[in-house]
Nanobody, 128 residues
Framework: QVQLIESGGGLVQPGDSLRLACAASGGTFDSYAMGWFRQAPGKEREFVGAISWSGGHTFYADSVKGRFTIFRDNAKNTVYLEINNLEPEDTAIYYC?????????????????????WGQGTQVTVSS
C-alpha cells in the first residue's frame, strides 16, 4: 500500500512562487508515474501534470504550461510541483497521485481513474 503525503501549501500573494512536495512510502516509488491534480472550490478535480517513473518525461495540462514544473527525486521518494507567478485562479487543493500502470503501458496519463493512490491534498490560496 502506497502512502502519499503532500506538503508546502499555504497562503501566498499573486506573483509568488511555491514548491509543493509529495513524499511516498510503502511502495516502489521509481516504478510509478506520478501526477498532480487540483480541485478549486466548487469545481471538479482536474489534471495538472504528470512525470514518468524515471523523471525523464513530463506532461502538463495546457492551462498550466510554462508556469508549472514537475520533477522528482527517486532517492528521496519525493515528487515536486513548482508553481511560478501564482494567480488567484490557482487557488485549490493540490493532490499528488501514483499511477502504477503507466510504466507497463509506456506513457503518461491524465485521467483521475488511472491513478490508484492519492494523497490527502495541500491547500494553496493565492490572495493579496
Amino acid at each position: 500500500q502506497v502512502q502519499l503525503i503532500e506538503s508546502g501549501g499555504g497562503l501566498v500573494q499573486p506573483g509568488d512562487s511555491l514548491r509543493l512536495a509529495c513524499a511516498a512510502s510503502g511502495g516502489t516509488f521509481d516504478s510509478y508515474a506520478m501526477g498532480w491534480f487540483r480541485q478549486a472550490p466548487g469545481k471538479e478535480r482536474e489534471f495538472v501534470g504528470a512525470i514518468s517513473w524515471s523523471g525523464g518525461h513530463t506532461f502538463y495540462a495546457d492551462s498550466v504550461k510554462g508556469r508549472f514544473t514537475i520533477f522528482r527525486d527517486n532517492a528521496k521518494n519525493t515528487v515536486y510541483l513548482e508553481i511560478n507567478n501564482l494567480e488567484p485562479e490557482d487557488t485549490a487543493i493540490y493532490y499528488c497521485a501514483a499511477d502504477e500502470t503507466a510504466k507497463r503501458m509506456g506513457w503518461l496519463r491524465s485521467t483521475l481513474n488511472d491513478y490508484v493512490y492519492w494523497g490527502q491534498g495541500t491547500q494553496v490560496t493565492v490572495s493579496s
